[in-house]
């Protein structure tokens, strides 16, 4: 009997997707594999590294999804998500996507405004920071210690733990991963009065390579010069707002 087109499509179908799963199990074992090489013996590598057969592949996937566009079946998904628990993971990550040659894509808060965290037209892992979210604030010296998967609104809690009248400028919305906002996507710089005497700021070498990125992206602004002729005339870092 001969096999009916549609009968064809759905078996060469169901035969990509187990080939793809197969290649994607594969893609797992390496770099499990190789996790486990770069860590310490006390960290399971295994536990950190979902593989898209997990069944908790698709919820921390979408977890930090914080584009609705970009949360469909039909966008582009990740061969794995690392989410390291541990500094040293991270390194080991980073190496392991080099060597086996695949663009890791890292994700903080999962705000980026085009899914550039967690979406890629190549195949791609995701270094997923949520596990790693502690904040040390010192009010003593005015510092605090953040790790990048912490949210701004965490990073504002633990301040005013500490302080009635400490804070941080960094914007309105509390679910923003620390890592994008810090590392440049952050716009609260052009915030009114970011800096008043009782703030917290990033330092200064932060501060000044985010407000040149984020200069460059937007290079139409007509604020820009104005602000970075501020930065490079007011060393250290300023403590009178902007005007
Ligand atoms: C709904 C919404 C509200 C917003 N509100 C504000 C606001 O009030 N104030 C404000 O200043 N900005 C605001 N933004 C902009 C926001 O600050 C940027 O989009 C920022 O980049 C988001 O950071 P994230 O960690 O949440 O995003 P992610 O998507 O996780 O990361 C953004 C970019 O940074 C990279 N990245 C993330 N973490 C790291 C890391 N640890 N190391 C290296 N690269 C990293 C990612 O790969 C990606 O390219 C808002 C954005 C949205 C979507």
């Known amino acids: 009997m001969e096999?009916?087109?549609?009968?064809?499509?759905l078996l060469l179908l169901g035969f990509l997707l187990v080939s793809s799963y197969a290649a994607s199990d594969s893609v797992y074992d390496t770099f499990v594999q190789c996790l486990s090489n770069h860590s310490a013996p006390s960290h399971q590598a295994s536990s950190i590294v979902y593989a898209q057969t997990n069944s908790s592949f698709t919820n921390v996937l979408r977890s930090?999804?914080?584009?609705?566009?970009?949360n469909t079946s039909s966008t582009p998904k990740p061969l794995i998500i690392v989410t390291p628990s541990d500094e040293s993971q991270v390194q080991a990550a980073i190496i392991c996507s080099r060597d086996i040659g695949i663009l890791l894509k890292i994700r903080s808060g999962g705000h980026d405004y085009d899914g550039l965290s967690y979406v890629s037209d190549i195949?791609?892992?995701?270094?997923?920071m949520f596990n790693l979210r502690s904040i040390n604030v010192?009010?003593?010296?005015?510092?605090a210690w953040v790790q990048a998967g912490a949210t701004l609104g965490e990073l504002y809690y633990r301040i005013w733990e500490k302080s009635s009248v400490h804070g941080f400028p960094a914007g309105v919305c509390p679910t923003l991963g620390v890592g994008g906002h810090?590392?440049?996507?952050?716009?609260?710089?052009?915030?009114?009065?970011?800096w008043e005497k009782t703030s917290f700021?990033?330092?200064?070498?932060?501060?000044?390579l985010a407000l040149e990125s984020y200069c460059h992206i937007r290079s139409s602004l007509s604020e820009c010069p104005k602000l970075l002729q501020f930065?490079?005339?007011?060393?250290?870092?300023?403590?009178?707002?902007?005007?």
């Open 123 to 128: 195949p791609f892992f995701i270094l997923d």
């Open 201 to 208: 700021g990033p330092s200064e070498e932060v501060a000044e």
């Open 64 to 70: 930090y999804i914080r584009n609705e566009r970009f």
């Open 3 to 9: 096999m009916s087109r549609s009968s064809f499509r």
């Open 231 to 243: 930065f490079g005339s007011r060393r250290p870092w300023p403590k009178t707002p902007l005007t």
């Open 138 to 143: 010192n009010i003593t010296d005015e510092t």
């Open 182 to 194: 810090l590392s440049g996507g952050g716009y609260a710089f052009s915030i009114e009065s970011p």
